[in-house]
């Protein structure tokens, strides 16, 4: 059975940091792009990082980069997420979502409908 069950979500202050798992069981990241998305409440889901599943190609989107990192255990299946510098914007549902896929691109930051694979989602809220 697919599973992708993320982790590590919960109320920090603005300038703190989380760091966000994602455990996938029922198949091998080998192959598989992981996508970090988010959800605030309004607001249509964005893709937050990728990344491949071969090369450790990376994506970020521009309101996140140098301050999220993403990194891959293929030999634990999991994918973190580190967050860094928390904003009150940042405050969000986030998902991880895997697709299969040969050379991964920055599309992938906007492919949520495209996913293979999702995740049911963990909370970070950033609030004092």
């Known amino acids: 059975q697919v599973q992708l069950v993320e982790s590590g979500g919960g109320l920090v202050q603005p300038g703190g940091s989380l760091s966000l798992s994602c455990a996938v069981s029922g198949f091998s990241l080998d192959g598989y792009a992981i996508v970090w998305f988010r959800q605030a409440d309004g607001k249509q889901r964005e893709g937050v990082s990728c990344i491949s599943g071969s090369d450790g190609d990376t994506y970020y989107r521009d309101s996140v980069k140098g301050r999220f990192t993403i990194s891959r255990d293929n030999d634990k299946n999991t994918v973190s997420l580190q967050m860094y510098n928390l904003k009150p914007e940042d405050t969000a549902v986030y998902y991880c979502?895997?697709?299969?896929?040969?050379?991964?691109?920055?599309?992938?930051?906007?492919?949520?409908?495209?996913?293979?694979?999702w995740g049911k989602g963990t909370l970070v809220t950033v609030s004092s």
């Open positions: 979502a895997a697709f299969a896929v040969e050379t991964l691109t920055s599309f992938c930051l906007y492919d949520y409908l495209g996913m293979d694979y």
